[in-house]
């Protein structure tokens, strides 16, 4: 499958997309399966409707962008130790609830692809060719240690909080 | 006690509402009894306060338009797994801590009783009596296999993130 | 350090802020460290940016407006239960995750001041004296059992949802 398929499989069941000369702001604190998720599929379709989307990742939010073959981030013990229990990636995001040492996202991921719908990680390459902004809290990367270098390609540069309420001005703002 | 009760009695400490010509739109991703509370809280005192508004119910959040008497929903033995971890239903919303084992959320449903704030179940009917639109989420509908007539009556017809968008242009959103 | 120096150290990354005529209103159900965080950063920004911000808190999110020396709040034993195993006050928050009997919040508190990043005792303070309204829900407040009384000094009136949609109408909103 291809990681559009989720917005067409959308789109079939919904009026013509117009263009909408709009802004969304997604303000990303989660990091679990299913708030990654909503996250990421909101933005590409608002990117697919033309409107201009970003996510500012911040705290649990952050990890998803780590790339997923990097095990241990963080300069000290603490970080590092939060980093271990929390691993980064999209390939290791875990659901909130009924999460069962890992049998809840199997299953998840299980019913997502015989259902065509996309990856997390699929979705979040999607998000980057369409044009999404994905943008990293400069501050909660300090505080957990995260370099630049641990996160993806193609992201935006970091930023702070004035950046993303400048953003979030006039926009459809979403804290997930 | 009747449903508006918990209306009613927030009014009394409320200026007068004005009748705003806006839209209120609710992502709603939780199923836990505190954030279903809010959900319904909000949206029917918008509505009292004329507003337009619509809960667009994904994940976890399809669970309380579950009928109260469904008990298991999906098709294969995980869609079935969750649902019996993760009973549907107004009357079986867990606290997203404090739960144990049912006895968090059996005391914040005597305090509401005490204090005359609705139940879930009372803010979900008047919800419908009041014009809030509930609409499902057809993707996480797919995913985790609930069907249409699992979902109680009087809801919108199931949509997708295209359309929840374009009702979220211009509205007040969140994310709950 | 100061209570400024987050709001400071993220300036230094961040084009000049513009005064924008904006309100930012944020609904704060979470009582967890790193929500109750986020909810500081993003209003004593918002407000140094020249955005009224006001802050509704309601459910979990009363508690960090609970006096740190208040230990028991309540009437009944059910209300003093929530209380007992829900500590009311910035210094008491838990993370959401990782929590590990409190090793996680001693961790982040201790690398948010090796990051001169404002603890959320800290940024209350800060964002009451930069003229953040922080607004108790009295509904919540009544089921809960918390007083005026139990509730730190400077803050608003506790009003309901009405008062938050129209404070919300035309502002950023964000729920968290």
Redesign the interface.
Known sequence: MTAMS??E???E???E??E?D?K?VI?L?SGDL??V??AF??ST??A??G?QATVFS???GLFPLVKNDVRITGDNW??K??SL??RGGTDHLKLS??NMLGA?PA??K???RE?K?ASPRELMETALEMGVRLVPC??TM????LKREDLIEGIAE?????????E??G??????
């Open positions: 989720a917005i499989a959308t789109e069941l919904e009026p997309p117009e909408v709009k969304l303000f604190k299913e708030s998720w909503a599929i909101l379709t608002a697919a409707m409107t911040t705290f649990w603490m970080q130790a939060v229990m929390n609830k009924l809840g299953m998840m299980k019913l997502a259902h719908v400069q501050m300090d505080l957990l240690g970091p930023a702070g909080a004035t950046s993303a309420l400048l979030a001005d926009a459809t703002t979403l804290f997930i």
